[in-house]
């Protein structure tokens, strides 16, 4: 029986604490008719402050990693990247997005699941995504899909030249 442990013990703390090197590089293009937030989180360990969440920074009395996020106009794309860190095996890579262009205290004011908030799950390596408003919610789809359609807005009286 000392023998097992011998061999399952080592096998564990291999399996649990070993945390690996993962390589991310972002293109978000912002296909909405707003300005959008957005960064880079890591969900689950080691914790790393360049890779920490919105609500971590703010436990921590520390501002998000201005490489990890930004904000980015209508029509624009930004590229994030290449970053890397270290992930446990049940980490996971998130980009963040928001609409608007928001500080620290209007991230943290906007809840998972709301509207005007996307999280998408990334892969280790190259991830380029549309962000999208579809009928008022937030959505994301792969692929860098142009800049978006034209904002229409009503004229007003003093616009019209009428003569």
């Known amino acids: 029986m000392k023998h097992h442990w ?3 013990l080592p096998l564990l703390a291999m399996t649990v604490g070993c ?4 390589m991310y590089d972002v293109t978000v293009r912002n296909g909405t008719h707003e300005p959008i937030t957005l960064g880079l989180v890591k969900e689950g360990g080691p914790f790393e402050r360049t890779w ?3 609500e971590q920074s703010a436990i921590r009395e520390t501002q998000p990693s201005d490489v990890y996020w930004a904000a980015i106009q209508p029509g624009e794309r930004r590229g994030i ?4 860190g270290k992930f446990y095996r049940s980490a996971h890579a ?3 997005v ?3 262009n928001l500080n620290l205290p209007g991230i943290l004011a906007v809840d998972a699941d709301a509207p005007n908030r996307v999280d998408i799950p990334l892969r280790p390596g190259k991830n380029v995504v ?3 408003d579809r009928q008022g919610r937030f ?3 792969p692929g860098d899909l142009g800049p978006p359609p034209p904002q229409t807005r009503p004229l007003h009286s003093e616009e019209l030249n009428l003569e």
């Open 6 to 8: 011998m061999i399952t």
């Open 19 to 22: 945390a690996r090197t993962r």
């Open 52 to 54: 920490a969440s919105p």
């Open 81 to 84: 990247g290449p970053v890397s």
């Open 94 to 96: 998130v980009l963040r």
């Open 98 to 100: 928001y609409e608007g």
């Open 130 to 132: 549309t962000v999208l």
């Open 139 to 141: 959505t994301a789809v």
